[in-house]
């Protein structure tokens, strides 16, 4: 048989208390109780095993201990290190964190921070990229505005795009300093796997590195540009279309890591070696990098330290405009990529 749970009500009768006063000792109301009264309602409450309701603590303190994280998908490395570092900082602060995932749907995206709201959720983190769809991003922007309004902090880690606290990685800063480190390499022709074409993170990395390749001397053609999705079978896909169109490249630049740990394997698969016939770089550094053979060169993130910097943003007090702190990139360079030793892709 279950355990009936016992009510505010009657805690306030065994205390001998009004029901207004025992719900603004257990629900956390501002307004101010007598010290005997307090001890007479907690006491009460104990006895009875009574559990305090989260619901209405929220609404009496128009917040609660609930810190919310949207990401894209927590199955990809990148966003599972991200969600370490701020559930590290959420537990030491005390908070309940509440996972949401969106499988990149905006719509997912705006109802996630809506559900949050309702709960009066404390603090909200979003990870992850802005789609070029405007519509989209003013209809999410609406809501962090609405998450604030109602007293709520939120921090991103993405573009600053949503007039909240942001942690913007150095996209496209590290894809170009990625190109140029490559091209000194011996490196001349090039093949960009670039994820969806409406992700700005991977219209930024591709940019990035076209960029860098100008620096050098070097041009990236149209049709060296393979769009797929930004997962690891995306990257094995698009090495299908990058030996149908013989770029004759020495050297393929997945614009994250796990897309690139998909095309390592689709090229294994075709009898070619890495980097024997082709180079292959990613971008991110993500720890699973560390079971690849070869390990990959990539441009590192401080993908943790970047989640903690977000949790910190929204748990401190200080007020004021949204703050935007920039995280640059580093390249490591691995043994996935070498001096040039054939003709490339053809």
Do not use: W
Not at 130 to 159: K, M, N, P, W, Y
Not at 204 to 224: C, K, M, N, V
Not at 286 to 292: A, E, G, S
Request: glycine share 10%; hydrophobic share 45%; charged share 20%.
């Amino acid at each position: 048989m279950a355990l009936r749970q016992v009510t505010l009500a009657e805690v306030a009768r065994h205390a001998g208390v009004s029901l207004a006063t025992a719900s603004r000792v257990l629900n956390g109301s501002t307004r101010q109780v007598s010290d005997e009264l307090r001890d007479k309602v907690v006491g009460s409450a104990e006895q009875l095993g009574y559990l305090p309701n989260a619901a209405a603590q929220a609404l009496a303190r128009n917040s609660s201990v609930l810190v919310g994280l949207v990401v894209h998908d927590i199955a990809d490395p990148y966003f599972s290190s991200i969600a370490a570092g701020v559930t590290r900082v959420a537990e030491e602060a005390g908070m309940v964190l509440v996972l949401g995932t969106t499988n990149r749907d905006p719509a997912r995206e705006v109802e996630l921070v809506n559900t949050l709201r309702a709960h009066r959720a404390r603090a909200l983190v979003i990870a992850g990229s802005r789609t070029t769809d405007r519509a989209s991003t003013a209809r999410l922007a609406e809501e962090v505005a609405a998450f604030t309004a109602q007293g709520g902090r939120v921090a991103c880690i993405s573009q600053a795009k949503l007039g909240a606290d942001t942690v913007v990685p150095g996209n496209r800063a590290g894809a170009r300093a990625l190109a140029k480190e490559l091209a000194a390499l011996g490196h001349r022709r090039f093949a960009v796997l670039s994820g969806p074409n409406d992700l700005v993170v991977a219209r930024d990395r591709l940019s990035g590195f076209r960029q860098g390749l100008a620096d050098a001397g070097l041009e990236l053609p149209g049709q060296a540009v393979f769009p797929s999705e930004f997962t690891r079978d995306g990257g094995h896909r698009a090495v299908t279309d990058l030996l149908a169109a013989k770029t004759g490249a020495t050297c393929v630049f997945a614009v994250n890591d796990v897309m690139a740990t998909g095309a390592v394997a689709a090229l294994r698969e075709r009898g070619l070696d890495v980097p024997g016939d082709v180079s292959v770089a990613g971008f991110d550094d993500i720890p699973t990098l560390r079971d690849l053979q070869p390990p990959l060169s990539t441009v590192r993130l401080p993908l943790e330290q970047m989640g903690e910097r977000a949790a910190r943003l929204v748990l401190d007090e200080v007020g004021g405009p949204p703050r935007t702190v920039r995280v640059a990139g580093e390249v490591v360079l691995r043994a996935s990529t070498a001096r040039p030793a054939g003709t490339g892709l053809r």
